[in-house]
């Protein structure tokens, strides 16, 4: 009889361990912290190496009602959506490790304004957050220079940070205490290249999560998903500068797509609505997942149980370990 | 025996006398102080254009004994001889005992420091032979005049003459003499040239020119030609008989920013003259694609064709002036060129090269009449193009390839041409593998906002201080200007400048490692110009225009751009073979800059590849030297024609790889700097200097 | 073990010792320019090796050796409608790419009384996705106790796709492979109990046999494959036995692994997959390594999604990925609202959009069909020139929604100005910024 030997991969290189938030005894008013990355080989295979620990998830929540979310997903959270402080702790009841604090584009967005919200967040839970501005160069650097202050040691993941406005946040993040998450556009290249000049500031890679981003299922979401791919094994393979913990975000991708979004007017052949809607989000988050993703982003409550239950299953080490 | 502590005590406290000449200054100075320092104390103003960080080798100083009693921190810029001479960096060199420093006067360093970088002069792979080399000869005759006993036509008595000429009588150079001499010998059965043919407008000269010069003339004779290796020869001029001195041909290389050319004595192989110009098809776009376009509008073809006649007619009326003699005196011609060029300058439609499937018209062209062309040598002179590999890869790279001799050896090698286009080459006598990748012009100094040249005025070599961010630079200076002790203002940046300004700006961290100025640095050089962030490399009263030089974002963008092309090129041409690039045995450098860029500096921004500078040979213009052989040897013709041949082309534009190993390359040196460990120390030793 | 271009040349004419031989070097007969050129097509398995007739003997033999793909294929199919799975080469996709999408399955029982409805929506189910007719692959009866023969009969007639017979009495698998008779089934599964039945049936009836071992345990399956194999049958299609997302993960990538970078020939095979009624697991299997995914439930909100991530994940990376030309609003645009010119290549689309969204500008976005092209490429090859972009403006017929005629072309060509004004005669041609990220600025500067 033929025995065959388990085919293991000798990886040497390891991904960095990141901390989010920070407890009272470390500077910060939290609860709990989380902790993710380690891992010393790709996803859940345990059989050849490290995975210390599970991918975190964690649900959007925005300081006022969305006005482009899909009636799916309004529906699911219910009132909560018109108080900040209701919807954080609905999400932390869902099942969140992290609550990440969308700032969204309007009129009273101010700095000022953007301290009050937080403020109401960190006292609405004890989780770490991620504080992600509107996502327009300016009023992102207003928006979180103010909350990195006022924040000040918590360790929030401040983001986005991009290539062109990366030194504002960069420079916030160093002065409070806090992380950031760097988005750059499907590349690896691009990826490294952020991670670069960010440390060249001087934030320690430690303190760097990065965010490849992705397109969600159907659009582009085999880009993401490569790049992810690429970047882990480049980490594994020792490569310092593509060590970080990845952060993407599935959600807010999936229920861009129209087919997250759109209940009428669509082809018959696309199913019930609530059902495709909610395996639009679902699979371009497992997908994203078994790619190395160590912080997913969601949006919909039954999402995140599916997500945690498949996680929950890759991190039972019931795989074949002879 | 005295305890560790005590004795490092008493070091450091030591003081040493210090005597500097020529100034003969003398002064006590402690174990561990600067050199530089204690010449500043003193008031020695010591040129220090990088700030004292050892990067630009501008402050070397002489230390008696061979450099006893100081300690040198760094060596770089420091040859093994210049170590024996004494040489030292005043910035990096501590004192440990008495010492005397002679400060050298500055322009000894500069040449010390120049000549590692100066053009070779051009020295011939083989001797030259014209008897067995030369295909265009020079053919003394003496014919029997005809009578009425023999009516013989004009032309046949020319043939009979020739074909009786002794074959030595083809003609010998006679070194001794230094003249040229018509031997005959015993067993000379003639020349074998039998056949002759000639051209119309050569036939009507035939009778007066016999009778002018009473039956006895020098024919000027083309033997045989690529595309008729076996005749018949073509006569092409009859001299009177006392021109026998010379026998002029020309080598061209068309680049698309930079024509260039050499005027050759074919009797000897020697090079008279070289000119260089602009090609003035510049102003109908910077690059190949931009005059392919213009090309096939209306007349666009036609005018780009003059156009490139015109630079290459004005060459040769400088190069002909310089060597006292008329343009018309010129009986061949030799042009190497990428493929577009060589189709505008031939007249051809370039449009199907840019076309999928990007295919040229020929990649082998016939000879062509310096008159059809309108090229003002002798008309009846055959300019010959040499032949191209593919759309992108042409016959400046064929040329190049033989010109470097980069397929005589087995040893892997990389053949690099820089121009407007990055064409490379890897291979070795078993196999060759070529692509091309757009750069720009901007390591010719062109597209750039203050871009010019290599010429009188272009700053040629940058240095900017680590502290203050003040730059110094060498200017290409005015001979006369420079015989009176007089500055040559400046009036703008050529290739080399811009490839040692980029690196100095990186390396300082005036801008960071994607191009991006680094406006906390508080440096009044550092400002939001007109377009855009831009640094002051000179201000409006050091130079000739009386406005400021500056390097602008979006230059700063565009020669990222030109040299992750050219480094992306060499990553997907190694990868496409399997092969890693410190593999490469060889890096040859052509290319119209190729001689004066510094290998440091180029490998710093990562044009080139992080290998030991001496696997680097710059051979200057390879594709003007293939054409010179060209023109010389009729076997470096033919090795020219297989070598485009054989040589496999590899489509970038087919490749995604290419978009891959770009953007990878689209960073200060690199994103991956483990590919550059020599920046990488350099990079660690300003972080350390500045923690310092 | 594929060999690299280099390798390949080195076996080929033009690198040969013997000067019979060299003299051929780079004749062209291959239909390439050079032998290295046809070598680095081989590589790519964009040549055969018989295009070249001077190879010597012994080349040939390693040359071949080294072109056996890791993977056997395996093809089922019915009434016309094939499957191909197997022949891969990496273990992911982004190192070459996926070649053979696994085929999607729902399970059918013999005593469940819908059996041929269920077939006939998965038979039907067709749905388009960016031009793509994306349908499923077919159905899996599952012998339960029911009639298994009537079901397959049944199956077989309401749908015309292929099937997965289940079924692991031999008697039973007869008469179902004698129902099935006509189509080319997989027939599942052989186990250490009954192969050499099985293997016989499979022999017999010409169809591809799937082993089954317990468990994970790949030992067994391999050991089972090789008896399989020894009695005749060569299509194999294997079941490590394994069914929730950790096991399945380890178990089929070791199998990848085993087969692609250790050459064991008896796990050269495409695996089975059984996702249950869990659409996350089926992802996983499709983008972890399975051949047939056999789903429980059949919906079209559910494998919707799935058939599209399968299609995302075997599209070839090496590719560019394009986006639909046409006209693109982005922010909600009114007729006053600016008009810019762009490619269809994706990355180059998502780019310009992103920026125009992320500034909240509204505007039109007109993508031209530059064959996936970014803009200086799409230029430089003739792909985006002034009378392509004149194309699409008139067919998509966007001056009908704008208030004016002024167009913003990239910077990078701004060369096109000129012909552009001659093409599109009214119209106002603006340069805009040659990178997206300026382009926000640019409109609040040039479009007030
Ligand atoms: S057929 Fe092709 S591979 Fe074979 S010898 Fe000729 S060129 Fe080389
Ligand atoms: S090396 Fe000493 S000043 Fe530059």
Same mark, same amino acid.
């Given at each position: 009889m033929p025995t065959i030997e388990v085919p293991k991969e000798k990886w040497n290189g390891k991904v960095r361990e990141i901390?989010?938030?920070?407890?009272?005894?470390?500077?910060?008013?939290?609860?709990?912290?989380v902790t993710v990355g380690g891992e010393t080989t790709l996803p859940f295979l345990h059989f050849e190496g490290e995975i210390p620990r599970p991918p975190a998830i964690a649900i959007? !929540?925005?300081?006022?009602?969305?006005?482009?979310?899909?009636?799916?997903?309004?529906?699911?959270?219910?009132? !909560?959506?018109?108080?900040?402080?209701?919807?954080?702790?609905?999400?932390?009841?869902a099942g969140a490790d992290v609550?990440?604090?969308?700032?969204?584009?309007?009129?009273?967005?101010?700095?000022?304004?953007?301290?009050?919200?937080?403020?109401?967040?960190?006292?609405?839970?004890?989780?770490?957050?991620?504080?992600?501005?509107?996502?327009?160069?300016?009023?992102?650097?207003?928006?979180?220079?103010?909350?990195?202050?006022?924040?000040?040691?918590?360790?929030?993941?401040?983001?986005?940070?991009?290539?062109?406005?990366?030194?504002?946040?960069?420079?916030?993040?160093?002065?409070?205490?806090?992380?950031?998450?760097?988005?750059?556009?499907m590349?690896v290249?691009?990826a490294?290249?952020?991670?670069?000049?960010?440390?060249?500031?001087?934030?320690?890679?430690?303190?760097?999560v990065m965010d490849p981003t992705t397109g969600a299922l159907g659009y582009g979401m085999e880009y993401g998903y490569s790049v992810m791919e690429r970047l882990r094994l480049a980490a594994l393979q020792g490569d310092?500068?593509t060590q970080q913990p990845m952060l993407v975000t599935p959600g807010?991708e999936a229920?861009?797509?129209?087919?997250?979004?759109?209940?009428?007017?669509?082809?018959?052949?696309?199913?019930?609505?609530?059902e495709r809607a909610i395996n639009w989000e679902t699979l371009t988050a497992s997908t994203l997942v078994e790619s190395g993703a160590d912080i997913v982003v969601l949006r919909h409550p039954e999402s995140v149980k599916r997500v945690r239950g498949m996680i929950d299953v890759l991190m039972s080490k019931s795989g074949v370990t002879s | 025996?005295?305890?560790?502590?005590?004795?490092?005590?008493?070091?450091?406290?030591?003081?040493?006398? =210090?005597?500097? /000449?020529?100034?003969?200054?003398?002064?006590?100075?402690?174990?561990?102080?600067?050199?530089?320092?204690?010449?500043?104390?003193?008031?020695?103003?010591?040129?220090?254009?990088?700030?004292?960080?050892?990067?630009?080798?501008?402050?070397?100083?002489? &230390?008696?004994?061979?450099?006893?009693?100081?300690?040198?921190?760094?060596?770089?810029?420091?040859?093994?001889?210049?170590?024996?001479?004494?040489?030292?960096?005043?910035?990096?060199?501590?004192?440990?005992?008495?010492?005397? +420093?002679? &400060?050298? =006067?500055?322009?000894?360093?500069?040449?010390?420091?120049?000549?590692?970088?100066?053009?070779?002069?051009?020295?011939?792979?083989?001797?030259?032979?014209?008897?067995?080399?030369?295909? +265009?000869?020079?053919?003394?005759?003496?014919?029997?005049?005809?009578?009425?006993?023999?009516?013989?036509?004009?032309?046949?008595?020319?043939?009979?003459?020739?074909?009786?000429?002794?074959?030595?009588?083809?003609?010998?150079?006679?070194?001794?003499?230094?003249?040229?001499?018509?031997?005959?010998?015993?067993?000379?059965?003639?020349?074998?040239?039998?056949?002759?043919?000639?051209?119309?407008?050569?036939?009507?000269? +035939?009778?007066?020119?016999?009778?002018?010069?009473?039956?006895?003339?020098?024919?000027?004779?083309?033997?045989?030609?690529?595309?008729?290796?076996?005749?018949?020869?073509? %006569?092409?001029? %009859?001299?009177?008989?006392?021109?026998?001195?010379?026998?002029?041909?020309?080598?061209?290389?068309?680049?698309?920013?930079?024509?260039?050319?050499?005027?050759?004595?074919?009797?000897?192989?020697?090079?008279?003259?070289?000119?260089?110009?602009?090609?003035?098809?510049?102003?109908?776009?910077?690059?190949?694609?931009?005059?392919?376009?213009?090309?096939?509008?209306?007349?666009?073809?036609?005018? %780009?064709?003059?156009? +490139? &006649?015109?630079?290459?007619?004005?060459?040769?009326?400088?190069?002909?002036?310089?060597?006292?003699?008329?343009?018309?005196?010129?009986?061949?011609?030799?042009?190497? $060129?990428?493929?577009?060029?060589?189709?505008?300058?031939?007249?051809?439609?370039?449009?199907?090269?840019?076309?999928?499937?990007?295919?040229?018209?020929?990649?082998?062209?016939?000879?062509?009449?310096?008159?059809?062309?309108?090229?003002?040598?002798?008309?009846?002179?055959?300019?010959?193009?040499?032949?191209?590999?593919?759309?992108?890869?042409?016959?400046?790279?064929?040329?190049?390839?033989?010109?470097?001799?980069?397929?005589?050896?087995?040893?892997?090698?990389?053949?690099?041409?820089?121009?407007?286009?990055?064409?490379?080459?890897?291979?070795?006598?078993?196999?060759?593998?070529?692509?091309?990748?757009?750069?720009?012009?901007?390591?010719? $100094?062109?597209?750039?906002?203050?871009?010019?040249?290599?010429?009188?005025?272009?700053? /040629?070599?940058?240095?900017?201080?680590?502290?203050?961010?003040?730059?110094?630079?060498?200017?290409?200076?005015?001979?006369?200007?420079?015989?009176?002790?007089?500055?040559?203002?400046?009036?703008?940046?050529?290739?080399?400048?811009?490839?040692?300004?980029?690196?100095?700006?990186?390396?300082?961290?005036?801008?960071?490692?994607?191009?991006?100025?680094?406006?906390?640095?508080?440096?009044?050089?550092?400002?939001?110009?007109?377009?855009?962030? /831009?640094?002051?490399?000179?201000?409006?009263?050091?130079?000739?225009?009386?406005?400021?030089?500056?390097?602008?974002?979006?230059?700063?963008?565009?020669?990222?751009?030109?040299?992750?092309?050219?480094?992306?090129?060499?990553?997907?041409?190694?990868?496409?073979?399997?092969?890693?690039?410190?593999?490469?045995?060889?890096?040859?450098?052509?290319?119209?800059?190729?001689?004066?860029?510094?290998?440091?500096?180029? =490998?710093?921004?990562?044009?080139?590849?992080?290998?030991?500078?001496?696997?680097?040979?710059?051979?200057?213009?390879?594709?003007?030297?293939?054409?010179?052989?060209?023109?010389?040897?009729?076997?470096?013709?033919?090795?020219?024609?297989?070598?485009?041949?054989?040589?496999?082309?590899?489509?970038?534009?087919?490749?995604?790889?290419?978009?891959?190993?770009?953007?990878?390359?689209?960073?200060?040196?690199?994103?991956?700097?483990?590919?550059?460990?020599? &920046?990488?120390?350099?990079?660690?030793?300003?972080?350390?200097?500045?923690?310092? | 073990m594929a060999?690299?271009?280099?390798?390949?040349?080195?076996?080929?004419?033009?690198?040969?010792?013997?000067?019979?031989?060299?003299?051929?070097?780079?004749?062209?007969?291959?239909?390439?320019?050079?032998?290295?050129?046809?070598?680095?097509?081989?590589?790519?398995?964009?040549?055969?090796?018989?295009?070249?007739?001077?190879?010597? #003997?012994?080349?040939?033999?390693?040359?071949?050796?080294?072109?056996?793909p890791p993977i056997r294929l395996i093809?089922i199919?019915?009434?016309?409608?094939?499957l191909e799975v197997g022949n891969e080469t990496v273990l992911f996709r982004h190192e070459k790419t996926f070649y053979h999408e696994p085929g999607l399955f729902v399970r059918?029982?013999?005593?469940?009384?819908?059996?041929?409805?269920?077939?006939?929506?998965?038979?039907?189910?067709? @749905?388009?996705?960016?031009?793509?007719?994306l349908?499923m692959n077919g159905v899996a009866?599952e012998?339960?106790?029911?009639?298994?023969?009537?079901?397959?009969?049944?199956?077989?007639?309401?749908?015309?796709?292929?099937?997965v017979?289940l079924?692991e009495?031999?008697?039973?698998?007869?008469?179902?492979?004698?129902?099935?008779?006509?189509?080319?089934?997989l027939l599942w599964a052989a186990t250490p109990?009954?192969?050499?039945?099985?293997?016989?049936?499979?022999?017999?009836?010409?169809?591809p046999l799937a082993v089954r071992a317990a468990g994970g345990d790949l030992d067994a399956l391999a050991a089972l494959a090789e008896?399989v194999?020894?009695?005749?049958?060569?299509d194999i299609v294997l079941d490590p036995g394994v069914r929730d997302y950790d096991s399945s993960l380890a178990a089929f990538t070791q199998l990848r692994r085993l087969a692609l970078k250790h050459n064991e020939r008896n796990v050269g095979y495409p695996i089975i997959a059984f996702a249950g009624d869990d659409p996350v697991l089926a992802g996983q299997h499709i983008a972890k390594y399975a051949g047939f995914v056999v789903l429980d439930r059949f919906s079209?909100g559910t494998v919707y999604p799935l058939l599209v991530m399968r299609a995302n994940i075997f599209t070839d990376p090496q590719?560019?990925?394009?986006?639909?030309?046409?006209?693109?609003?982005?922010?909600?645009?009114?007729?006053?609202?600016?008009?810019? @010119?762009?490619?269809?290549?994706?990355?180059?689309?998502?780019?310009?959009?992103?920026?125009? #969204?992320?500034?909240?500008?509204?505007?039109?976005?007109? @993508?031209?069909?530059?064959?996936?092209?970014?803009?200086?490429?799409?230029?430089?090859?003739?792909?985006?020139?002034? #009378?392509?972009?004149?194309?699409?403006?008139?067919?998509?017929?966007?001056?009908?929604?704008?208030?004016?005629?002024?167009?913003?072309?990239?910077?990078?060509?701004?060369?096109?100005?000129? #012909?552009?004004?001659?093409?599109?005669?009214?119209?106002?041609?603006?340069?805009?910024?040659?990178?997206? @990220?300026?382009?926000?600025?640019?409109?609040?500067?040039?479009?007030?």
């Amino acid at each position: 009889m033929p025995t065959i030997e388990v085919p293991k991969e000798k990886w040497n290189g390891k991904v960095r361990e990141i901390t989010l938030g920070a407890t009272a005894a470390e500077g910060g008013t939290r609860a709990k912290t989380v902790t993710v990355g380690g891992e010393t080989t790709l996803p859940f295979l345990h059989f050849e190496g490290e995975i210390p620990r599970p991918p975190a998830i964690a649900i959007e !929540v925005q300081d006022r009602k969305p006005v482009d979310w899909s009636p799916v997903l309004l529906e699911a959270w219910g009132d !909560v959506t018109e108080d900040v402080a209701a919807w954080t702790k609905a999400a932390a009841e869902a099942g969140a490790d992290v609550i990440l604090l969308k700032f969204s584009l309007h009129d009273e967005l101010s700095p000022d304004y953007a301290r009050q919200v937080l403020r109401h967040v960190l006292d609405a839970t004890g989780l770490p957050l991620i504080v992600f501005g509107p996502g327009q160069a300016d009023l992102d650097n207003d928006v979180l220079v103010a909350v990195a202050e006022e924040g000040k040691g918590e360790n929030f993941v401040l983001g986005v940070c991009e290539d062109k406005n990366y030194r504002t946040i960069v420079a916030a993040a160093l002065a409070h205490g806090h992380l950031v998450n760097a988005r750059t556009a499907m590349d690896v290249n691009l990826a490294k290249q952020l991670n670069i000049l960010i440390s060249d500031m001087g934030l320690p890679l430690e303190r760097i999560v990065m965010d490849p981003t992705t397109g969600a299922l159907g659009y582009g979401m085999e880009y993401g998903y490569s790049v992810m791919e690429r970047l882990r094994l480049a980490a594994l393979q020792g490569d310092g500068m593509t060590q970080q913990p990845m952060l993407v975000t599935p959600g807010e991708e999936a229920w861009r797509a129209k087919e997250a979004r759109a209940g009428e007017g669509v082809p018959q052949a696309w199913g019930d609505w609530a059902e495709r809607a909610i395996n639009w989000e679902t699979l371009t988050a497992s997908t994203l997942v078994e790619s190395g993703a160590d912080i997913v982003v969601l949006r919909h409550p039954e999402s995140v149980k599916r997500v945690r239950g498949m996680i929950d299953v890759l991190m039972s080490k019931s795989g074949v370990t002879s | 025996m005295a305890l560790p502590g005590n004795s490092t005590r008493r070091i450091i406290i030591a003081e040493h006398s =210090v005597r500097f /000449e020529p100034s003969g200054q003398t002064v006590q100075a402690r174990t561990g102080a600067l050199i530089s320092e204690i010449a500043r104390q003193v008031g020695l103003d010591l040129n220090m254009p990088c700030g004292g960080q050892g990067r630009c080798g501008r402050c070397a100083v002489i &230390v008696q004994d061979g450099g006893a009693g100081i300690r040198r921190r760094s060596t770089l810029r420091l040859t093994s001889e210049d170590l024996v001479a004494g040489y030292a960096l005043a910035c990096q060199t501590v004192l440990e005992g008495d010492v005397v +420093v002679t &400060v050298p =006067v500055q322009e000894k360093i500069e040449r010390r420091l120049v000549t590692d970088k100066t053009a070779t002069p051009i020295v011939l792979p083989f001797t030259y032979d014209p008897l067995q080399h030369q295909s +265009v000869r020079l053919l003394p005759l003496t014919l029997d005049p005809p009578s009425m006993v023999d009516q013989t036509d004009d032309w046949s008595r020319l043939k009979r003459a020739m074909a009786s000429a002794p074959s030595s009588s083809l003609g010998q150079w006679d070194s001794g003499n230094g003249t040229w001499m018509k031997q005959e010998s015993a067993a000379d059965d003639g020349t074998g040239v039998v056949d002759l043919m000639a051209d119309l407008s050569t036939l009507r000269r +035939v009778g007066t020119m016999l009778r002018q010069h009473n039956w006895a003339v020098n024919a000027v004779v083309e033997i045989d030609i690529w595309d008729r290796p076996d005749g018949p020869a073509r %006569l092409i001029d %009859l001299l009177p008989p006392g021109r026998t001195e010379h026998l002029w041909g020309a080598a061209v290389d068309i680049g698309t920013t930079t024509v260039s050319l050499y005027l050759v004595d074919l009797l000897t192989g020697e090079v008279a003259t070289k000119a260089a110009e602009y090609n003035g098809q510049i102003k109908r776009g910077e690059d190949v694609i931009s005059r392919i376009i213009y090309a096939s509008k209306n007349d666009g073809l036609g005018e %780009l064709q003059s156009l +490139v &006649v015109g630079t290459i007619n004005e060459l040769l009326e400088r190069a002909a002036r310089r060597a006292k003699i008329s343009p018309s005196e010129i009986y061949k011609m030799v042009v190497a $060129g990428n493929s577009t060029m060589i189709h505008l300058l031939l007249g051809l439609p370039p449009s199907s090269i840019r076309l999928e499937p990007f295919v040229t018209t020929i990649n082998h062209p016939p000879p062509a009449l310096a008159s059809d062309l309108g090229i003002n040598i002798f008309p009846q002179a055959n300019v010959d193009c040499l032949p191209g590999v593919a759309s992108y890869v042409g016959a400046d790279i064929s040329a190049g390839v033989i010109g470097s001799q980069m397929c005589d050896s087995s040893a892997l090698t990389l053949f690099l041409d820089v121009g407007t286009n990055g064409e490379m080459v890897l291979g070795d006598c078993d196999w060759l593998i070529s692509c091309a990748c757009s750069a720009g012009p901007a390591f010719e $100094g062109a597209g750039v906002r203050d871009g010019m040249r290599a010429t009188v005025g272009a700053i /040629e070599e940058v240095w900017i201080n680590g502290e203050t961010y003040e730059p110094t630079y060498r200017v290409i200076s005015n001979p006369k200007l420079e015989a009176q002790g007089q500055p040559t203002p400046s009036r703008g940046i050529c290739g080399s400048g811009l490839i040692s300004l980029l690196s100095e700006m990186f390396i300082t961290g005036v801008i960071d490692k994607a191009g991006n100025l680094n406006f906390d640095l508080g440096s009044s050089r550092i400002r939001r110009g007109e377009h855009g962030p /831009e640094y002051v490399v000179a201000w409006a009263d050091q130079t000739e225009q009386g406005h400021d030089i500056v390097i602008t974002k979006v230059d700063i963008d565009n020669l990222i751009r030109a040299k992750g092309a050219i480094y992306a090129g060499f990553t997907v041409l190694a990868q496409s073979v399997g092969i890693d690039l410190s593999m490469v045995e060889r890096v040859l450098i052509g290319g119209s800059f190729g001689q004066y860029i510094n290998i440091e500096k180029a =490998v710093q921004i990562g044009l080139l590849p992080d290998l030991p500078w001496e696997k680097f040979h710059f051979l200057g213009n390879t594709a003007l030297q293939g054409a010179l052989l060209a023109l010389l040897n009729r076997e470096y013709r033919q090795q020219i024609g297989e070598a485009a041949q054989g040589m496999t082309y590899l489509e970038l534009s087919a490749d995604n790889s290419f978009y891959e190993a770009f953007t990878s390359a689209l960073f200060l040196p690199h994103t991956e700097l483990a590919q550059f460990p020599s &920046v990488a120390e350099v990079l660690a030793d300003r972080d350390m200097q500045s923690v310092r | 073990m594929a060999l690299s271009g280099l390798e390949i040349y080195k076996l080929l004419p033009g690198s040969s010792k013997n000067p019979e031989v060299k003299k051929h070097a780079n004749c062209k007969e291959c239909g390439f320019p050079t032998c290295l050129a046809f070598a680095m097509k081989l590589g790519q398995k964009q040549a055969v090796l018989a295009q070249c007739p001077y190879v010597e #003997e012994e080349s040939k033999a390693k040359l071949e050796a080294s072109a056996a793909p890791p993977i056997r294929l395996i093809t089922i199919s019915a009434n016309g409608r094939k499957l191909e799975v197997g022949n891969e080469t990496v273990l992911f996709r982004h190192e070459k790419t996926f070649y053979h999408e696994p085929g999607l399955f729902v399970r059918v029982k013999d005593t469940q009384a819908d059996a041929a409805e269920v077939a006939k929506a998965v038979g039907e189910y067709m @749905v388009d996705y960016v031009g793509m007719n994306l349908t499923m692959n077919g159905v899996a009866v599952e012998a339960a106790g029911g009639d298994f023969a009537a079901t397959v009969a049944a199956v077989k007639s309401a749908c015309p796709l292929p099937l997965v017979l289940l079924v692991e009495d031999p008697a039973a698998a007869e008469a179902g492979l004698t129902a099935a008779q006509g189509t080319q089934s997989l027939l599942w599964a052989a186990t250490p109990d009954n192969w050499e039945a099985m293997a016989k049936l499979a022999a017999q009836y010409k169809v591809p046999l799937a082993v089954r071992a317990a468990g994970g345990d790949l030992d067994a399956l391999a050991a089972l494959a090789e008896q399989v194999k020894g009695a005749g049958v060569e299509d194999i299609v294997l079941d490590p036995g394994v069914r929730d997302y950790d096991s399945s993960l380890a178990a089929f990538t070791q199998l990848r692994r085993l087969a692609l970078k250790h050459n064991e020939r008896n796990v050269g095979y495409p695996i089975i997959a059984f996702a249950g009624d869990d659409p996350v697991l089926a992802g996983q299997h499709i983008a972890k390594y399975a051949g047939f995914v056999v789903l429980d439930r059949f919906s079209s909100g559910t494998v919707y999604p799935l058939l599209v991530m399968r299609a995302n994940i075997f599209t070839d990376p090496q590719k560019p990925i394009q986006v639909k030309p046409g006209i693109y609003e982005i922010n909600n645009p009114k007729p006053g609202d600016p008009l810019m @010119v762009t490619t269809n290549f994706s990355i180059t689309y998502f780019s310009v959009a992103n920026e125009i #969204e992320s500034s909240g500008i509204p505007g039109w976005l007109l @993508v031209a069909d530059a064959e996936g092209m970014s803009v200086l490429t799409a230029w430089a090859a003739g792909k985006f020139d002034a #009378e392509r972009i004149a194309k699409s403006v008139k067919t998509t017929g966007v001056a009908e929604k704008l208030s004016h005629q002024r167009i913003v072309i990239p910077g990078h060509v701004a060369v096109l100005m000129g #012909e552009l004004e001659e093409e599109l005669p009214g119209w106002e041609i603006n340069v805009g910024p040659r990178e997206a @990220v300026d382009l926000p600025n640019f409109l609040k500067m040039q479009w007030g």
